[in-house]
């Protein structure tokens, strides 16, 4: 292996295992992150920490605050969960609808893949490491549903929303996977179909029930009362 590509590797690595610290809470929401700490608990050099930072930054899971350094984002709290869902509902159904206008066969063929591949990784446990692979899918799905609306500046603005790190990492919904599973092969169904009012229709109902997964625990004893 060539010196690039053992960077490229090691950079992924600590990248990975940085962000496993911030989800599963190891480096508290809101909490300083030390990059010369995080270089000897990993055994590394600063430069990869530090591109892992940058990495996570663009996530929207650190900050890098001017002459104090990265420090962990905080959990989302009520009224930002509501924010964000309310984006959320004005953008993807509308991306869905479109989806199902625009899409050519090959977008249709990677969203299948995308469904096809969750169904292969079903598992939503409560640590990072478990329900990973399944949380970038499950971004991906959105994503590329977006992008095949034909739409440049909708398919950024719902990838730059960040939701669903945000939302694992604020809760993993443990045994959700098979709801979203089928909330999503409900969508794609609806775009194979043609159909812009069943596909906008679907990805609204997809975010409701979403939105009551995730919900801060602030929301949930409120709701519970």
């Given at each position: 292996m060539v010196d690039g590509q053992r960077h490229e590797v090691l950079a992924d690595r600590v990248y990975e295992?940085?962000?496993?610290?911030?989800m599963d809470h190891e480096i508290a929401p809101g909490a300083r992150v030390s990059i010369d700490g995080l270089a000897r608990d990993l055994e590394v050099s600063p430069t990869p920490v530090r591109e892992a930072l940058a990495r996570?930054?663009?996530?929207?899971?650190v900050v890098k605050r001017p002459n104090a350094g990265y420090r962990a984002t905080d959990l989302l709290d009520s009224d930002a969960f509501t924010d964000l869902f309310e984006m959320?509902?004005?953008?993807?159904?509308?991306?869905?609808a479109l989806a199902a206008e625009h899409a050519r066969d090959e977008d249709l063929r990677r969203l299948q893949a995308?469904?096809?591949e969750m169904r292969e990784?079903?598992?939503?446990?409560?640590?990072?490491t478990v329900y990973q692979r399944f949380a970038v899918l499950d971004q991906e799905f959105h994503d590329a549903?977006?992008?095949?609306?034909?739409?440049p500046l909708m398919a950024e603005a719902v990838s730059r929303l960040h939701a669903h790190l945000h939302m694992f990492r604020l809760n993993s919904a443990p045994g959700a996977a098979g709801t979203t599973i089928a909330e999503h092969e409900?969508?794609?169904?609806?775009?194979t179909?043609?159909?812009p009012e069943k596909a906008a229709e679907a990805m609204a109902e997809h975010l409701r029930s979403s939105r009551v997964r995730h919900r801060p625990a602030t929301q949930r004893r409120g709701a519970d009362r």
């Open positions: 295992a940085v962000k496993a610290m911030v996570l930054e663009s996530d929207g899971l959320r509902l004005l953008l993807e159904p509308r991306a869905a995308i469904v096809d990784h079903p598992d939503t446990g409560q640590q990072y549903l977006a992008e095949a609306a034909g739409r409900r969508i794609l169904h609806a775009v179909r043609r159909n």
